[in-house]
């Protein structure tokens, strides 16, 4: 069977990143640019900068790809591209360099949902087997979907609110964490210990998530320590407030594992770079005979190298877009 080429553009939120896989499980090369140096000033992600980084960086991130590659466009099989969910500004740059790509070069032009991508990025681990868990944790999801084959995607439950890793950036301004503050949390929780104690959320038999009311908690609990002139131990209450967010996640894993027959669990996400969820996943899959696939660290943060590998399975499928395909800030993974 002839190699498959697949040149993957990502550009839904603050980093502009292209990439080639070889068969979905291969990476040939990736080029990001960030822009965290950037949004630090603002303490997020500012939309309308973001956009207009996109727009500087997209063809040189481009043709620093190929170059890297040692590849033309004539070796590309197919573009395969973010068109949502994200900021719709940045998502836009992404798109339109796409499809002047797939109309200049006469190449496929395949769709991929962001959180497909964040998915598939464990396929450069290794193979997926089904029927599959993905824990998708991010900054703007938190979702368990399982898996019987190749792009069947089927929402188990979700979050009803915040995000985990929108918590996380939360709960780190609280203590006072500079952006972004999730990795800093995980990293002052390792040296914490658990003393404070803090709810953890909807505890139900059902598979959806909620961290709203834990975030409230670590509010109320930082406000109620200082009125009472008491100092916060940060490294105590990021282990804490860690401790219980973890707890959540597996809790609601280790119930679709035993219920869905699940051989094969996957992180995805932002937030599967968290040490403490990597360690509690480990000791629950090792506990229930389960195979656990997390991708590393480079993989886990938003970039082109899973939108090429997502989108090798979506070419086989016979996934296409013309040039009318659009950017969709929301959309459902399907």
Do not use: W
């Amino acid at each position: 069977m002839k190699d498959v080429y697949i040149l993957g553009i990502e550009s839904s939120c603050d980093e502009t990143s292209a990439s080639i896989v070889k068969n979905g499980v291969e990476e040939i090369a990736t080029v990001i640019s960030s822009q965290i140096d950037v949004h630090k000033n603002y303490g997020g992600v500012v939309p309308e900068i973001a956009s207009r980084h996109h727009v500087k960086n997209i063809t040189m991130v481009l043709e620093e790809c190929l170059e890297k590659a040692n590849m033309t466009m004539d070796d590309i099989d197919a573009i395969a591209i973010t068109y949502g969910p994200g900021l719709i500004g940045s998502l836009l740059i992404g798109l339109e360099a796409a499809k002047t790509l797939s109309f200049v070069y006469n190449k496929p032009l395949v769709p991929v949902h962001h959180i497909a991508g964040h998915i598939y990025a464990n396929s450069l681990v290794k193979p997926l087997e089904f029927p599959l868990l993905a824990v998708v944790v991010s900054g703007g999801h938190t979702e368990l979907i399982e898996m019987k084959k190749h792009y069947d995607f089927q929402k188990l439950g979700g979050t009803l609110d915040d995000a985990i890793g929108e918590c996380y950036d939360k709960v780190a301004r609280v203590i006072d964490l500079e952006y972004p503050g999730g990795p800093k949390l995980d990293k002052l929780a390792s040296i914490g210990k658990d003393t404070y104690s803090l709810p953890v959320p909807l505890k139900d038999d059902s598979y959806n998530f909620s961290f709203s009311g834990l975030k409230s908690a670590v509010i109320n609990l930082a406000h109620n320590e200082e009125q009472r002139g008491n100092p916060l131990r940060k490294e105590d209450l990021a282990c804490s407030f860690q401790r219980v967010a973890v707890e959540s996640i597996i809790n609601k894993v280790k119930k679709a594992i035993t219920e869905k027959n699940i051989k094969h669990v996957i992180v995805a996400g932002g937030v599967a770079a968290n040490n403490g969820l990597r360690n509690a996943m480990t000791e629950l899959c090792n506990e229930l005979g389960v195979d656990l696939s997390i991708p590393p660290m480079k993989y886990c943060t938003d970039n082109g190298t899973m939108i090429a590998a997502a989108g090798y399975f979506a070419y086989l499928e016979g996934r296409r877009a013309d040039l009318n395909l659009n950017s969709k800030s929301q959309d459902t993974l399907k």
